[in-house]
């Protein structure tokens, strides 16, 4: 899995016995080389030139392929156990909605990381390109992950809210007793896109993020400026939705840049500004649905407790806990997640929930490349 922070790849060895046992058996993230990076950056969201875009897409696989390769070795795991590969890709471009173009009305998504490289360096099957199928059959294409929140999550007695800040912010929401049907997922906004953007115009580059959220707490939020960047009609919009680049990249980012606040106070509106994103999504179009005991928070943002702060105090009644107390590594659960989904996509298995996605109906997700013939076979 990689994600909108363009941070690296994260690599998650699965073991899974039936969809009610999966354990990790080892993760390991690899970060991207700066030119690699600057790179997805000058790609993602932009008018650019078709090479530039066919190269990064074999590049990547390398990069990926290579990353399996290195976890394997890391943390001791034979290459030959290994019997699947999924992979989500790194998201360059998501119009999730319908929009004209040639006459007609088009919604689409692009994911580079050629699945073609993969198999070929590991001699694994690879499932790659998750989200076509979704917007084939009407939805946006995401969020994907809340079918494994709901496998992982659901509860006879609690509803409980898991939680993801990587660059994007997005929650699933799992009333008691829940159904598929019954589960509410959507993004809620800028998750730590924003804050990284503005850490390293901080920092002349030399962070990526904001460590331990200590800028933010240096800095003081500015409360006007904040209450204009909620009126933003996203946060109003009801789900299904998904967010990206398309709306808090970096066009948003100049505009916190042209008011001319200092740069700490920049920082510190920003990460309130997930939060409250966040707290504003559930309190809109959850807690009128459901219990919210329990948030279950996972991501980098799950690292921040200057964020997780905010969280604590703008959800009051609900259980702050991570993803670790419930055996899923905080870092890991994205690409935990995109493992089980090959797993049921290698299985002829529906695996998008129309109710987060807006489907018109559940579909078996992404395409197969199989594994390469050995010689002598």
């Known amino acids: 899995m990689s994600g909108t922070s363009l941070d690296g790849i994260d690599v998650a060895i699965v073991d899974i016995r039936g969809l009610r046992r999966i354990s990790t058996v080892a993760f390991h993230s690899v970060p991207y080389p700066k030119p690699v990076r600057d790179a997805l950056l000058g790609v993602s969201n932009a008018n ?28 001791g795991v034979p290459l030959e156990s ?32 050629e699945a073609a490289v993969i198999a070929e360096r590991t001699g694994v099957p690879v499932i790659s390109d998750f989200r076509p199928r979704d917007i084939a059959a009407g939805g946006r294409g995401a969020p994907l992950v809340p079918y494994v929140d709901y496998l992982l999550y659901r509860s006879r007695s609690r509803g409980r809210v898991a939680l993801n800040i990587g660059g994007i912010a997005n929650i699933t929401a799992i009333p008691p007793q829940a159904q598929p049907e019954d589960v509410i997922a959507f993004d809620t906004g800028p998750g730590n896109m924003v804050i990284d953007a503005l850490v390293s ?19 003081s939020i500015d409360r006007r400026l904040l209450g204009r960047l909620l009126r933003q009609p996203y946060y109003s919009a009801a789900p299904p939705k998904s967010a990206g680049r398309e709306q808090f990249g970096a066009a948003f980012v100049e505009r916190l840049l042209a008011t001319g606040l200092p740069l700490p106070t920049l920082i510190a509106t920003a990460t309130a500004l997930t939060a409250v994103s966040i ?14 005991d329990e948030l279950i928070v996972s991501g980098g943002g799950a ?20 993803s670790s107390d419930f055996g899923i ?3 890991a659960k994205e690409a935990i997640a995109f493992a089980v ?34 010689r002598g076979t």
């Open 48 to 75: 650019t030139h078709t090479s530039a875009i066919s190269r990064l897409n074999f590049a990547l696989g390398e990069l990926y392929a290579r990353a399996v390769l290195e976890t394997c070795r890391r943390k």
């Open 82 to 113: 290994l019997e699947l590969i999924g992979c989500h890709g790194q998201t360059i471009y998501h119009e999730g909605e319908p929009a004209p173009f040639l006459g007609m009305a088009v919604a689409n998504t692009m994911q580079i990381g």
């Open 201 to 219: 115009r901080y920092t002349g580059g030399k962070l990526s993020f904001d460590r331990g959220g200590r800028i933010a707490r240096q800095g």
């Open 279 to 292: 707290a504003e999504g559930i309190e809109r179009f959850v807690r009128p649905r459901m219990p919210v």
């Open 303 to 322: 690292h921040n407790p200057t964020l997780m702060a905010h969280l604590a105090a703008f959800l009051p009644g609900a259980a702050l806990a991570r």
């Open 329 to 331: 590594d905080v870092d």
């Open 341 to 374: 989904l090959a797993y049921e996509t290698w299985r002829g298995r529906p695996a998008n929930l129309p109710s987060a996605t807006g489907a018109r109906h559940p579909v078996i997700l992404g395409k197969l490349t199989p594994q390469p013939r050995r």
